[in-house]
């Protein structure tokens, strides 16, 4: 069964780092686009950051750049989200997805949670 | 982009539900439909409008009017109460959107 996996949630004080995961199994992780999305408490949906199949491109949502950066591993089927300098308001439950074209997410991990405290 | 989602919608069980999605420069874009329940990994229901993956029930589907996406659900359970986000993708700032979303409530 297709999956994603994340991982690495915490809770860190504001100004430090931390590193996601989210480990994919079950499909040929090389050939899609990824993507990062989180859900801070009481809160919609919000979109973080995407890569595409090669790394090529990368984009991210504006309150995130040169704070976040996405990237990935194919050899381990692998994505990551580096994310330093964090403040209170990017706790949220992270989610990445497996995106199809036009961008939409058709595979979901379950989440992990990130306490900016 | 701005995606506009009515905060709430509640109907019957067996009854249908029109939840919408209002875009401003809608032009020709794709909506996705999500699902998202308390503690579950989100559920894409409906893609490029209309589509629907496979797993989702024949009573969830999609339409376009003008600058409005709607999901319509048929029949509704108890089960499809959870929050439904709609999305699409801006390529103009290069950033995909989210609606605010509408949280369904089954009486």
């Known amino acids: 069964q297709v999956s994603l996996v994340e991982s690495g949630g915490a809770v860190v004080q504001p100004g430090r780092s931390l590193r996601l995961s989210c480990a994919a199994s079950n499909f040929t992780f090389k050939s899609y686009t990824m993507q990062w999305v989180r859900q801070a408490p009481g809160k919609g949906l919000d979109w973080v950051a995407i890569?595409?199949?090669?790394?090529?491109?990368?984009y991210y949502e504006d309150s995130v750049k040169g704070r976040f950066t996405i990237s990935r591993d194919s050899s381990k089927s692998t994505l990551y989200l580096q994310m330093s300098n964090l403040r209170a308001e990017d706790s949220a439950v992270y989610y990445c997805?497996?995106?199809?074209?036009?961008?939409?997410?058709?595979?979901w991990g379950k989440g992990t949670t990130v306490i900016v405290s | 982009y701005v995606l506009t989602q009515a905060p709430s919608v509640s109907v019957a069980p067996g009854q249908t539900a029109s939840l919408t999605c209002e875009i401003n420069n809608f032009g020709r874009r794709s909506v996705h439909w999500y699902q998202l329940k308390p503690g579950q990994a989100p559920l894409l229901v409906i893609y490029f409008g209309s589509d629907r993956p496979s797993g989702i029930p024949g009573r969830f589907s999609g339409s376009n009017s003008g600058s409005t996406a709607t999901l319509t659900i048929s029949r509704v359970e108890a089960g499809d109460e959870a929050d439904y986000y709609c999305q699409v993708w801006d390529s103009v700032n290069e950033r995909v959107i989210f609606g605010g979303g509408t949280k369904l409530t089954v009486l």
């Open positions: 997805a497996r995106s199809g074209a036009a961008y939409y997410m058709d595979v």
């Open positions: 890569i595409s199949y090669n790394e090529n491109v990368k």
